[in-house]
Structure formats: structure tokens, C-alpha cells
């Protein structure tokens, strides 16, 4: 059971471990892409606005080279060239860094951007050869053929990175979906789970639960029959003063008999002779129903218990107290009992019985062991309760909690099974939903049932 319940466990946390980091891993595929979605694209056409717009600006300023009156401004036209010179550089780099797609993609407008130097410079050459209309025709005509192919070449990268933006879109919505498929299968298949498991762990307990019943009502069985012994000697105890009296009786009237001490001619002893005979016969017959009442008491309290009845709790303190009386008297044990039970309760009464004699029984053997003066046992009924307490000297503090155990037992083996307070508490609480609880006295224990 406990192997079943430790193996399902062990699935669950191997599925939820695997599934989670399934699921992880798609979130984590998830953010990256969005990173990534968010950085590329971003980052492409930023830094590719801001080539072709320092293309344009160093196309302007050649403007300026060719049109410098003086070396001055020759000099301030080409710095501010070669500081958009330089930017486009950086961000070239940049792309270079980050770009994701096909290299040759970079390469074609960066070889375009590197050969326009050779153009720029052949302008200057002309310029300082005082060639100006030359100059201004050429960055006219071929320098603005190349910046137009610079300008394509970037564009080509722009798109590109568009393109893979969508692509980056639809992954991360993909991903999304997967995700989302996981955590939901993971979802149900640790439902379903845990829905098996419940239904495994309650079909176990229910068994458990049978087998547990079972058990009991062996243990019940076994405790009886362990009181049989005791049984037999109770009746043999309260069989001694009628079957003596009974005996008493024969003898009398086998002396008058075999004395032969009376005259049946004579009217008025032969009706004596009749009473006296008559009186003996009557008490005869009064003991061997009292032996047989005794019989169907014991008889009786072997038979289990199918339904429970409507009984006043005197009448099953009354049985009990028939069957243990003798035993008592002949050990100089007294019995006190007060009855105050109004009406009628339905109990296991057969089974409450078995609960008083375990108390008193024990009680008994107490008094017996510990050699107390003067024992005595009090029983007090109520209308759904019965106290039964002894002047014993009680249970020490040390074994309170456990004299309910089964198998307990401070007797020596032969002498007790420790059944019989672990079997009283069983039928007092689990059978009748009551309570069974001891309370130490000032001399001795007092245990009530509670019904
Ligand atoms: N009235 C009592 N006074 C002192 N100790 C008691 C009393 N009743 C029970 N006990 C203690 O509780 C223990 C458990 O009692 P329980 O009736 O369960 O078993 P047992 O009497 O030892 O054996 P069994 O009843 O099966 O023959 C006893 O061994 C005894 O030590
Ligand atoms: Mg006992």
C-alpha cells in the first residue's frame, strides 16, 4: 500500500518535473524570441537610418567640397564628411554584430560604402586641381549613381530584417501556443493523476477499513471466548450453593426415608410426611431453575450481538452483575450498585455486558494482586452512562495511556491477554460511539462508560 502510494507519488513529481521544464523551456524559447524580436529589427533599422542618413549628409558635404571658395571651408566640408564617414563605420558594426541574416547581405552595401572613397577622392583630386565644373559633374552624375546604390543595398538589409521580424513574430506565437498546450496537458494529466491516486488510496482504505472490521470483530471473538474460562468458573461458583442446597435437601429426605421414623397409617403424619416432602421437592425444583437461569445468562452472553437493542442500562448492569456476584462474594469482594437509569437506550447490550465484566474482572484481579483490605466495587448507572470505580489503589501514571493498548498487559502471560480493555474501548467507542475513559481516584481507578 505504502509502496503503491510512494510509486504514484514518484510518477506525479517526475511528470510535473518533466512537464514543467518542458513548459520552461518553451517560455524561455518564448522570451528569447521576443528579445531577439524586439532587438534585431530594431536595432538593424535604426543604425540602417542612420547610415543612409550620414550617406546623405557626406553626399551634401561633398556638395560643400566642391563649392569651398576657400581652403577654409574645403576643410570644414571634408571633417564633417569624414565624421559621418566615421559613423557609418560604428554602424556598420553594429549591424555587423546583430544582424542575422546571410553576411554577403552587409557586405554588398559596405564594399559599396568603401568604394565610394575612391569616387569622393578622385572629386577632392579634381577640386584641388582647380577642376570645379569637373568635380560638380562627377559628384552629380557618378557620386549620386552610388549613393542611390548605397541607398538600394540598404534598403535590400531593411527589408530583410522586416521579414525576419514576421518570421520572429509567428515563432514566438507558435511558441506561445506550444507552451500553452503544455501547461494545459500538463495540467490534466496531473489531474487525472491525482484523480487515480485518490481513487486507488480510497478503494485501499475501504479495504483496509474491511479488513480492519474483520479483525476487530475476531478480536472480539477471541476476548469472549478468553473469558470463557472465567466463565466456567463463575458458573462453578454460583452452581456451588444451590447444587449444595439441592444436595441438603436429598439428604434430609433420604435420612427420613431410610430411618423410617413415620407411621402413613396415622392421618396426621402422613400429612406432614406429604408437606415435608412436598417443601423439599419445591425448593428442589426453585434451585435447578435458579442453576438453569444461571445457564441462560452465561448462554446468552456468548451470543453476538446482530442489531442493537432498546435496553435500560439497570437491566445490563443487573445480568452482569448476576454472573459475577458469586465470584465476588466467595473472594470477600464488595459490590455497591446504584441504579439510575430512566429509560431505555439502544445499545450492543451483549457486548456492554463483556465491557462491565472486563472492568470488574480486573478490578478483581487488582484486589487480588496488590492483597487489598477491604476491597470494594461501586457501580453507578445513569439514563446513558455507567461508572464503575474500586478502591484498588489505581494505575500508575506511567501506564495511563497505554492500559487501552492491545496486548498490554502488566499480568503475567497465562494471566491476562491485555485484550480486554483495548476490546472494551473498541466497543464502547468505535460500536456505540461513545466514550470509554479512566480516572484515577483518591484509592483507586474509576471507569466510565459513555453512551
Ligand atoms: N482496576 C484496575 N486497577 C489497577 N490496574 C488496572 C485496573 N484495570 C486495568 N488495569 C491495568 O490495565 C492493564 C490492561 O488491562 P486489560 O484488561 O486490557 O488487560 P489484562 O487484564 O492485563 O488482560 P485480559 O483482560 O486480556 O485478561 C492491566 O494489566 C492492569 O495493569
Ligand atoms: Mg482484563
Redesign the pocket.
Known amino acids: 500500500m505504502q509502496k503503491n502510494i510512494a510509486i504514484s507519488f514518484t510518477i506525479i513529481s517526475i511528470l510535473l518535473v518533466t512537464l514543467s521544464l518542458l513548459s520552461i523551456s518553451k517560455l524561455t524559447e518564448l522570451s528569447s524570441i521576443t528579445q531577439k524580436l524586439y532587438n534585431h529589427p530594431l536595432t538593424i533599422t535604426s543604425s540602417a537610418k542612420n547610415i543612409k542618413f550620414h550617406i546623405t549628409s557626406m553626399h551634401r558635404y561633398m556638395k560643400d567640397v566642391v563649392l569651398a571658395k576657400d581652403k577654409e571651408e574645403l576643410n570644414i566640408a571634408l571633417s564633417h564628411v569624414e565624421s559621418s564617414e566615421k559613423i557609418v563605420y560604428e554602424e556598420f558594426k553594429v549591424i555587423n554584430d546583430k544582424y542575422l541574416g546571410n553576411e554577403e547581405q552587409i557586405l554588398k552595401p559596405y564594399l559599396l560604402f568603401v568604394n565610394w572613397k575612391a569616387i569622393r577622392n578622385e572629386i577632392l583630386f579634381l577640386k584641388q586641381s582647380n577642376q570645379t565644373i569637373d568635380a560638380a559633374n562627377l559628384t552629380k552624375a557618378r557620386g549620386a549613381q552610388h549613393v542611390q546604390k548605397l541607398y538600394k543595398a540598404i534598403d535590400v538589409l531593411v527589408s530583410f530584417t522586416d521579414a525576419k521580424a514576421d518570421y520572429f513574430l509567428k515563432n514566438a506565437i507558435e511558441a506561445k501556443d506550444t507552451a500553452i498546450f503544455f501547461i494545459l496537458i500538463s495540467l490534466i494529466t496531473i489531474l487525472l493523476i491525482i484523480m487515480s491516486v485518490g481513487i486507488i488510496l480510497t478503494k485501499n482504505l475501504s479495504k483496509n477499513e474491511i479488513a480492519r472490521k474483520k479483525q476487530e470483530t475476531y478480536l472480539i471473538h477471541q476476548?469472549r471466548l478468553?473469558q470463557m474460562g472465567e466463565m466456567i468458573s463463575m458458573i462453578a461458583h454460583q452452581w456451588r450453593q444451590p447444587l449444595s442446597s439441592i444436595s441438603t435437601a436429598v439428604g434430609t429426605m433420604r435420612v427420613k426415608y431410610d430411618l423410617s421414623s413415620y407411621d402413613l397409617s396415622k392421618e396426621d403424619e402422613r400429612v406432614h410426611q406429604e408437606e415435608f416432602m412436598k417443601k423439599r421437592l419445591s425448593k428442589i425444583n426453585e434451585y435447578v431453575q435458579l442453576l438453569s437461569s444461571t445457564i441462560d445468562d452465561f448462554r446468552n452472553f456468548y451470543k453476538p450481538d446482530k442489531k442493537p437493542t432498546l435496553i435500560n442500562l439497570d437491566t445490563i448492569v443487573q445480568t452482569s452483575v448476576k454472573i459475577i456476584k458469586s465470584t465476588l462474594e466467595d473472594k470477600n469482594i464488595e459490590l455497591i450498585v446504584e441504579y439510575h437509569a430512566d429509560i431505555e437506550i439502544e445499545v450492543f447490550s451483549n457486548e456492554l455486558m463483556q465491557v462491565i465484566l472486563?472492568?470488574l474482572?480486573?478490578?478483581e484481579?487488582?484486589f487480588l494482586e496488590k492483597n487489598i483490605k477491604n476491597p470494594q466495587i461501586k457501580i453507578l448507572t445513569n439514563r446513558n452512562s455507567i461508572s464503575i470505580s474500586?478502591n484498588?489503589?489505581?494505575?500508575p501514571i506511567t501506564?495511563r495511556d497505554k492500559?487501552?493498548d492491545p496486548y498490554?498487559?502488566?499480568?503475567s502471560e497465562k494471566?491476562?491477554?491485555?485484550?480486554?480493555?483495548?476490546m472494551?474501548k473498541i466497543i464502547v467507542e468505535d460500536h456505540h460511539k461513545g466514550h470509554l475513559i479512566l480516572e484515577n481516584r483518591k484509592n483507586?481507578?474509576c471507569?466510565k462508560i459513555l453512551l
Open positions: 476476548s478468553a472486563s472492568i474482572k480486573n478490578s484481579e487488582n474500586d484498588g489503589g489505581g494505575v501506564l492500559i487501552f498490554f498487559s502488566t499480568k494471566n491476562g491477554t491485555g485484550l480486554g480493555l483495548y472494551s483507586g481507578v471507569f
